[in-house]
């Protein structure tokens, strides 16, 4: 991961921002060298990622990419601006000589076939070492023959890494392997060259911890061919595993369309999807995916939005309607007009936001970053200091070389790198796959914290349009009459009100007649001749029976919306509309109370509103705060953080967006606006509230894998030190539990992937 935290930009300058694509390193403390370079330059802020290698760098106005690059190669590592992706490309033949297992890079693909043959010759190195029974004369030239490759090619990427380094005066983890794993295969030479270990009939116990034996006979041949194996293991796995870590991010970004049916000249023309542009027109059949994010111009259809949302019920659309690159056509035709291209569709902000998060760090990992960084000199210090007390207090070469190298071997701090990163990744992705975005590690700790949830009503705990709720007749009259009248006028008129009247006569009652006349009273309502009669539907002053002025009373006593509807000036009936309550959101404001967090309801509408809605969910009238205009929803959130309270805000409008950036954590609708989404921490991607408490629990989940990850790193470093160093373990065995260390650590990140 990184070492250090990147200093403060400078204030008011001008800045710019690269995402570099790190090469050579091999460990957390690569990634630390790197980024403490890059942030010594002079208006340089970076964050190196070692389990993406990738480095996100701010810098100041009159500093070159070409000069961060070149900083990063003169610290011993590569650098490059990785290519845009090319929406489009023939998939590259596979090469045969390659031996890449499906889906493995090249890079895995080589590290395989090292571990490969270095693993075949360790394992009766190690077998002979070990089993004194199966020791024959002469034997421990065999072990030399087959060890020799082992240390020499095997271990050449740690050899390598460690001259780099060490010519640019650092030490990282593969210092320690390198010297560890040398040092005791130029033990063996010298004892079999020069000592007794190479004379016939020769034979070696084995031991898990350190014991005293004749140095001149004792050969490390085990422990050279065994480590460079155990560790090669690791980098293996490790390296499948980050990259099975990452599988979501990559999943995202084949999500969409690879070319498009554009409408040129009234003809259809095959184009790739990187040349659509804002304002085409496209075709889309059923079965095919949405090439980018639009408004459906013609036709109506479902159309299948789960692989992006998670939601698994189809969306009816028509002409006018939103629809999401990515997105499956599930029904019939659909010609849609392009809106968003290329970066800017849902689809590219939700890969960018799902990345940027990936290579972001927690207030956690700062800690673990920082021993990462000093950890490899201290334990040379601590490999020395353990040579020489041995060699003092007991006068015994071999035991106090051993422990040495024991103590160089088991301080590996690989899984310190990967704790954060890896559960990061994991997480992250789940979430994507979710409709959850975390934009940052940071969001992680403040969800630990959240005690009290703030929701916005319209929109987030309601629909945000106005639906039908009922219709009350005057004695003698029909109620489907009564809205078949007030439908037919309301169907003429843009007002939400009006809409949401004649759509609901429409479903109730079927078609609609055509007003002869209409006009629209503003602060009235509307008014006009339907089939030869004279009809208001509006706030006119009829008089009404008793009946549905009780039943006006209190559907306006809930909160609805209730409209006179009359003919020739006598009132035939009321009909009620509202903001309807989305069916989930109780069942949300259940799942939020589980995970113990109070609910508050935030609105601008008036209070009788605002508490009807809340004791449809189960808020407490208590916890209803109405009434508020835009400005002050940011002094309501104030108000409670003031009262010790630590808040999350769910909205989804513009009005919105201010409070969530003071909130301790922001969630927002990703059916919302823009800068709701900018300003929030969380993105929803669906409209369904219950996905806010995934969100918490996600969250959650993936802090407490990463501090359980760090929990083990470090205890791991912490008890197995002080063994290696008293003399408890064999080099051998401290190599296999360093190796296996990292790949507990990967394989815990890897069980947010089952998260659900």
Known sequence: MTSTAAPTPTAGAVRSEVELTIGGMTCASCAARVEKKLNRMDGVAATVNFATEKAKISYADGIEVADLIATVVKTGYTAEVPPPPLPERPEPPREPENSAAPGEDPETAALRQRLTVSALLALPVVLLAMVPALQFDNWQWLSLTLASPVVVWGGLPFHTAAFTNARHGAATMDTLVSVGTLAA??????ALFWGDAGMPGMRHGFDLTVSRTNGSSTIYLEVAAGVVAFILLGRYLESRSKRRAGAALKALLELGAKDVAVVRDGREVRVPVARLTVGDRFVVRPGEKIATDGTV???ASAVDASMLTGESVPVDVSVGDPVTGATVNAGGRLVVEATRVGADTQLARTARLVEDAQNGKAEVQRL???????????????AL????????????TVAAFTAAVAVLIIACPC?????TPTAL???????????????????????????????????TVTTGRMTLQGVYAVEGMDEKEVLRLAGALEHASEHPIAQAVAAGAQERVGDLPVPERFENVPGLGVRGRVEGQEITVGRFPDTLPEAPARAKAEAEADGCTAVVVARDGVALGVVTVADAIKETSAE???QLRALGLTPVLLTGDNRAVAEAVARAVGIDADAVIAEVLPQDKVEAVRRLQREGRTVAMVGDGVNDAAALATADLGLAMGTGTDAAIEASDLTLVRGDLRVAADAIRLSRRTLATIKGNLAWAFAYNVAALPLAAAGLLNPMIAGAAMAF??????????????FS
Do not use: C, H, Y
């Open 185 to 190: 295969f130029g033990w063996s030479l010298w």
């Open 297 to 299: 111009v013609e036709g």
């Open 368 to 382: 673990a970053d920082r021993v990462s960084g000093i950890f490899v000199p201290v334990v040379l210090l601590i």
């Open 385 to 396: 200091g353990t040579f020489g007390v041995w060699l003092g207090v007991t006068g015994d």
């Open 415 to 419: 899984a310190l790198g990967l704790a």
């Open 425 to 459: 990744m994991v997480g992250t992705g789940r979430g994507a796959q979710l409709g959850v975005l975390i934009k940052g590690p940071e969001v992680l700790e403040s969800t630990r914290r959240v005690d009290t949830v703030v929701l916005d009503k319209t929109g």
């Open 588 to 590: 949300a404001v259940r």
């Open 741 to 754: 260390s990292s790949v507990f650590v990967v394989t815990n990140s890897l069980r947010l992937r089952a």
